[in-house]
């Protein structure tokens, strides 16, 4: 057990390391989260001078909302840029064969590798936007270090959530071969489903409800909700955090299931 935890922790350090070592992607990713948070921003201001407490938030909320999301951007691939591209390409070419080689179990190394990954973005292209739009904007960042580690852990949990998703979409390509289109659609889900372009509160009705349960929210939704404190006390906290929980094992399980049978897929492909 003890020997699996060290193999893990070793590929995740190596998934951080891959990252880290292309400064000028990571520059330019800085550069753009940044500036596409001041616009965002500004077009907030626009809208919540217009309505007030629109989706529940204060005016000072909603960019705090703007400003971490853009932090999370990049540590969720929720436009791009996490494993799956690549998952998808080993597929292709034969090379996930390797993957299936080794003395691993193939949905835990590229976890591993993918929280790795995310772990970098956290740090190489999260702060610097956040900082930047605190410095320019009153955001509501919360004092208590209570609601800080809530939010730390709701970032593991969606960040859970977001490989699962990935992964079942790499998985996909033992049947498609060609990821492109799923992957562009997913991306278009994604953006809209997981509160990036507006948060999930603001949609009304019926359509607002079911948006808010499903796994997309778990992403970049609820742990913004559990940081600005939009929850009823800790019993709330709790609750969102069960609920991105849930969504990571069932999503885990289904890669799991769907592994199973692609796996028997690749043994009568090769003989």
Request: aromatic fraction near 12%.
């Amino acid at each position: 057990m003890r020997q699996r935890a060290l193999l893990y922790g070793a590929v995740a350090a190596g998934g951080f390391r891959r990252y880290a070592a292309y400064g000028t992607a990571t520059a330019a990713g800085v550069f753009t989260n940044t500036v596409f948070g001041f616009i965002v921003a500004y077009t907030y201001i626009a809208l919540w001078d217009e309505r007030p407490g629109l989706g529940g938030y204060d005016q000072a909320q909603a960019l705090t909302f703007v400003w971490v999301s853009q932090s999370l951007l990049a540590a969720g691939a929720l436009i791009g840029g996490g494993f799956q591209e690549e998952f998808q390409e080993r597929v292709r070419t034969g090379d996930i064969a390797v993957d299936l080689y080794r003395p691993a179990d193939l949905q835990l190394w590229w976890l591993a590798s993918d929280l790795g990954r995310a772990a970098f973005q956290l740090l190489g292209r999260g702060a610097v936007p956040l900082v930047a739009g605190a410095l320019a904007f009153p955001l509501a960042l919360p004092v208590d270090p209570a609601r800080w580690l809530l939010f730390l852990v709701s970032v593991a949990l969606g960040l859970t959530v977001s490989f699962a998703v990935r992964f079942l979409l790499g998985l996909a390509a033992f049947w498609l071969m060609d990821g492109t289109g799923i992957n562009l659609m997913a991306t278009v889900v994604t953006i809209f489903f997981s509160g990036m372009v507006l948060p999930l509160t603001v949609f009304p009705g019926e359509f607002g409800d079911v948006v808010r349960v499903l796994p997309w929210a778990a992403m970049l939704q609820v742990p913004l909700d559990v940081l600005l404190g939009t929850h009823s006390g800790a019993g709330g906290a709790v609750r969102a955090l069960g609920f991105q929980a849930g969504w990571a094992l069932v999503l885990l399980g289904a890669g799991r299931l769907v592994q199973t049978a692609a796996t028997r897929k690749v043994v009568v492909q090769g003989g």
